[in-house]
């Protein structure tokens, strides 16, 4: 059998549910809409408007704030935690104990893992009422909950996994005798981490970016939820058209995502040869 | 920099009593030794004999259970690879994946603080050293294996050690490029005049390089000397059978007189009884170099006190200018002779002919 044919039944199963979606959020993006219709067209005005307007700016820039903010704070905990799983817990076993650990959190879904910040975060949550019983504070902190604060720290707790698992990866492939020829070579710890370690898990630490950049990108339940509508993501808005039934809108906005987070990929892949790592 | 010192060598390297132990089983177990400064020492042993475990506690990345090592005159025991004057080569060379040979070479320099001009500079002349320097920008996947160890050794020696340790570096080229680094290898030695400590199996390797052959077996050293001495006086039956090329064979001395001892084993050999001290009645393992035996025709007559043996050949292997040549009697298992093949096809042999070997009393040696 010709072995081209055997790639048929992945080519059929992602044409059907996922290029195929992607050509017709593509084609709805040019049609035209009214309060309560779609008009099959070809017109460039969801574009315009979306490029028109100041909010689609504002909320781009808030996007990009949380992706960076929860970026950055996933690398630092995600490289942490890697390093220490890859190179301070020796036995096998241990590791993987400890692997599966970091894969508890995964066993409930999104939504409870998010809501499950709001007794913790709230005005009259645990934290709250800790500082007011020990006397720190006089009133409860506001931006706990419903912030930008909270947003973020869903995010870091959503996807740092996405961060370790990559970075771990590349870690365990580094040859334990190359940090030996490095402390031969006379670099200190901090040497060996900055400048054998660091270089070394590069392609762990772009796929984890690629990972936690695009969910975030992306997301619209988190900032929803934990901003309590008081701050706007791409997904958000999106989201709003989508609920005013203006869907050629939505699918304008969702191409002009996909371009972006595909740009945003594309550079990141310049930097790093992925494929070597997979 | 990298100019033969010439003023007094330092990097004499003395161990005493150093032990290892892993798993409560001694990989190390207590040895003793010494190299004297700009030597080449071979450590040479079968896997697991502790040779590897020693290079890495005088390398400091292994920490000695007991014991003690000095390196030039100085206790070097909690110091850190870079203190003690000593640099490594990795078996598998270790270059760094993500720098190019020049970084990779200078990259201890950078770990000093260094500036990056005279990195560079020292850099490109060690690997010119090498005859690397054509490829500086080039990184370790682009390079073939012995390329790769060049890369490694320039960046062993940027350091200025004393002492260069090299573990196992010549195992995984093929035979060719093994030989040519092997004389390569010694001739930098020479020219830099530091000790190097070299690691190995191949007691080829140890007797073409050595100055010092240590050869170990399970965290013993069975025998620590020159690669000439090793070869002609094994002093044991470990040392005779891994060094190769000898016969192992044992016999009872059945006579003793003012000069020579007579051994009956597989057939009848002659000693000069002075040099050992034997008894009537004991039992004598000895080694006999399968190179100076000689093959005869049966009816050949021996003299008076000459050692000889007869033996069924089972075996003839030929091997270019040798051939090797198996021996089987009722009392004897296995005897191998090395012949020139000009020497032995005149005899006209065939397996299962019956010959008579003679050898003289001079190439043999008592084991203990």
Redesign the interface.
Request: glycine share 0%.
């Given at each position: 059998m010709n072995p081209k044919l055997q790639v048929l039944p992945l080519l059929a199963i992602l044409s059907l549910f996922f290029i195929g979606p992607i050509i017709i959020i593509f084609i709805v993006s040019f049609w035209d809409y009214t309060e309560f219709s779609l008009v099959p067209d070809f017109v460039f005005t969801n574009y315009v408007e979306l490029f028109g307007s100041k909010v689609t700016y504002s909320v781009y820039i808030n996007t990009l704030k949380f992706a960076g903010i929860s970026w950055a704070i996933t690398l630092l905990i995600g490289f942490t935690v890697a390093y220490f799983l890859a190179f301070h817990v020796r036995s096998l076993r241990w590791q993987i104990v400890l692997f599966l650990v970091c894969t508890i959190p995964f066993w409930t879904s999104n939504i409870i893992r998010m809501i499950a910040w709001i007794p913790v975060l709230g005005r009259n949550g645990l934290i709250n009422k800790t500082l007011l019983s020990l006397g720190l504070i006089e009133n409860p902190i506001d931006w706990l909950l419903y912030s930008d604060f909270a947003v973020i720290l869903a995010f870091v707790h959503l996807y740092t996994l996405f961060m370790v698992v990559p970075i771990f990866n590349s870690m365990m492939r580094i040859d334990r005798s190359v940090l030996e020829a490095a402390r031969d070579a006379g670099a200190n710890g901090f040497q060996i981490l900055f400048h054998v370690i660091g270089p070394l898990s590069r392609p762990g630490i772009a796929i984890g970016t690629i990972f936690v950049v695009s969910l975030i990108m992306g997301d619209f339940v988190t900032v929803q939820a934990m901003s309590g509508g008081q701050s706007a993501s791409v997904g958000v808005a999106m989201n709003h058209k989508r609920a005013l039934l203006q869907y050629p809108a939505a699918a304008a906005d969702a191409v002009i995502l996909l371009i972006v987070v595909l740009t945003m990929v594309a550079i990141l892949m310049r930097t790093v040869n992925i494929r070597k790592e997979l | 920099m990298l100019q033969p010192k010439l003023a007094v060598h330092s990097g004499d390297i003395e161990l005493t009593s150093l032990t290892k132990v892993f798993d409560k089983t001694p990989a190390v177990d207590g040895i003793s030794l010494k190299i004297s400064a700009g030597s080449y020492c071979c450590l040479l042993g079968p896997s697991g004999c502790g040779k590897t475990t020693t290079l890495r506690m005088l390398?400091g990345?292994e920490t000695p259970d007991a014991g003690k090592i000095l390196i030039s005159k100085r206790d070097v025991s909690g110091l850190?690879?870079?203190e003690r004057g000593t640099?490594?080569m990795?078996?598998?060379y270790?270059?760094?994946?993500?720098l190019n040979c020049l970084d990779n070479v200078g990259?201890?320099l950078?770990?000093?603080g260094i500036s990056k001009v005279i990195r560079t500079e020292r850099a490109m002349e060690v690997l010119a050293l090498v005859q690397m320097e054509k490829f500086a920008q080039r990184m370790p996947s682009q390079l073939s294996g012995g390329q790769q160890q060049r890369v490694a050794l320039a960046?062993?020696l940027i350091?200025e050690p004393e002492v260069l340790l090299l573990d196992e570096p010549l195992s995984a080229l093929d035979p060719f490029l093994r030989t040519q680094m092997r004389v390569e290898l010694r001739q930098l030695q020479k020219k830099l005049g530091i000790t190097f400590v070299h690691v190995t199996h191949s007691q080829v390797e140890a007797l073409a390089l050595a100055d010092l052959v240590v050869l170990m077996q399970s965290g013993s050293i069975e025998q620590a000397d020159s690669p000439q001495l090793i070869f002609n006086g094994p002093t044991n039956t470990f040392v005779a059978k891994f060094i190769g090329g000898h016969n192992v064979l044992s016999g009872r001395v059945t006579e003793l007189n003012r000069n020579t001892a007579k051994i009956t084993g597989p057939g009848e050999a002659y000693f000069t009884s002075s040099k050992f001290g034997f008894t009537i009645g004991a039992n004598v393992n000895y080694a006999l170099r399968a190179d100076l035996i000689k093959l005869h025709p049966t009816s050949h007559i021996t003299s008076k006190d000459s050692s000889y043996l007869r033996a069924i050949i089972t075996q003839i292997e030929f091997a270019g200018a040798d051939v090797r040549i198996t021996l089987e009697n009722a009392d004897l298992k296995e005897c191998l002779v090395i012949c020139k093949d000009y020497e032995f096809f005149l005899g006209s042999w065939t397996e299962g002919d019956e010959v008579m070997a003679t050898w003289s009393r001079d190439d043999v040696c008592v084991l203990n």
């Open positions: - | 390398a990345h850190s690879p870079a640099s490594m990795f078996q598998n270790a270059l760094f994946p993500h990259f201890s950078h770990m000093r960046r062993s350091t």
